[in-house]
């Protein structure tokens, strides 16, 4: 049997850190070929431009694709999702790929799972089945109906995948690779370099401290300034040793970039650090330290359990979201986000939980890679009961 290639799309760099132990396991299989497509954000200087890290990482960019558009609204957004589709189709025609993996439920993943379904290729989509808030729900469920084989983060998303209409021979598995890495996290850690990036006072990571990261929730498209002003009041009111990371790209980020920079101008916090955002397996390793990780990221509900790390979960954008008991969800206003993290800063670390996974995922992922049989033409599973 002639070796698989498997083209793996990456979008944005926290995209990356939960595919990377795939990557990895991928390049390793001596049956599978691994072609990496850098996309979305991992292409973009003023991102970090990511693809710098997946190259020290090991791994070779086989083909890059710009296709964000400048403006930050839902117009830029929906236009992107076009231009993303057409690179896609040019990217997969040069690469002939036998299987597109995708992870997640971004709109630059959108793009590539539409030029690849519509391309006959086959597609393996990881964490779908999910509930959460944004447009990130819909964008997320689209890709399940366009991709011809599963493997989901939890039991319940599996559950909800066969109920959209997959067949269940179709699931190959559940967990999130991100569990590989955060249940094999290197213990040193070096706080210099993060300390010397970005701007603001340095920090102690041996004392307490919180980790903030807020992005927009693109289906209440003109809220984030005031949502972002809130927590930065939370904040000052709490005048804790913070680190606080950039937002995405989606559509609102520029109100809340804007947002912090007149906060940080205005008030000159030396609290405060900013930074444009970190290298996977070194956020797991802030994350895991912080006394509070305070936001609405994803990572948050996630990566955050596999530490017992206290969550302060702000607002609408991971709505639905399965988390554990260390997730105490509030509303964007100063006084619910204060309070939300003085009872976690009370309480202390929560017990760690394997609900997005056990650490020995990205194995079960590539070994069905290898055994998957490839079709193309998708139907309803219930038709046939």
């Known amino acids: 049997m002639s070796k698989r290639n498997v083209c793996v799309v990456l979008v944005d760099r926290a995209n990356y850190g939960r595919l990377k132990p795939v990557l990895k396991a991928i390049a390793a299989d001596p049956d599978l070929i691994l072609s990496v497509l850098a996309s979305g954000t991992m292409v973009l200087s003023r991102f970090g431009k990511a693809t710098h890290v997946v190259q ?9 694709i710009y296709m964000e558009l400048e403006g930050g609204t839902p117009e830029t957004m929906a236009k992107s999702i076009g231009i993303g589709i057409t690179e896609c189709c040019n990217e997969f025609r040069r690469l002939k790929p036998d299987i597109v993996l995708l992870i997640g439920d971004r709109y630059e993943a959108l793009s590539a799972a539409i030029a690849a379904a519509y391309m006959n290729l086959c597609l393996v989509h990881l964490q779908g089945g999910e509930v959460s808030g944004s447009i990130d729900e819909s964008a997320r469920h689209a890709i399940t109906k366009f991709a011809h084989y599963h493997y989901p983060a939890t ?42 990036m970005g701007s603001g006072g340095k920090l102690n990571f041996d004392a307490p401290f919180l980790l ?10 003109g809220g984030a300034k005031a949502e972002m002003q809130a927590l930065l009041r ?5 005048a804790m040793p913070t680190l606080l990371l950039w937002p995405n790209i989606d559509a609102g980020s520029d109100d809340i970039s804007k947002a912090i920079r007149i906060f940080r101008n205005e008030k000159n916090p030396a609290w405060l650090h900013t930074i444009t955002n970190l290298e996977p397996t070194e956020y797991l390793k802030v994350l895991s330290r ?22 302060t979960l702000i607002g609408n954008r991971q709505v639905g979201r399965e988390h554990g008991p260390h997730v105490v969800p509030v509303s964007p206003s100063t006084p619910e986000i204060e309070a ?46």
Do not use: W
């Not at 067949?167 to 999130?176: E, I, Q, R, Y």
């Not at 939370?234 to 709490?238: F, V």
């Open 56 to 64: 020290e990482d090991g791994f070779s960019i086989d083909g890059e």
């Open 234 to 238: 939370a904040l000052e009111n709490l």
């Open 290 to 311: 912080a006394a509070v990780a305070v936001g609405n990221s994803s990572s948050f509900v996630r990566d955050a359990g596999y530490f017992g790390t206290p969550v």
């Open 155 to 196: 039991a319940r998303s599996a559950e909800y995948v066969i109920r959209m209409g997959e067949d269940p021979a179709t699931v190959l598995g559940v967990g999130c690779p991100s569990s590989d890495i955060a249940f094999n996290l290197p213990p040193d850690f070096d706080p210099a370099p993060i300390n010397a």
């Open 212 to 221: 903030t990261l807020f992005h927009p929730t693109t289906t209440e498209f």
């Open 340 to 385: 939300g993290i003085r009872e976690h800063l009370t309480h202390g670390r929560y017990e760690p939980i394997t609900l997005y996974g056990d650490g020995n995922v990205s194995a079960r992922i590539v070994e069905g890679l290898k055994t998957l049989k490839l079709y193309s033409q998708k139907r309803l599973h219930y038709i046939h009961e």
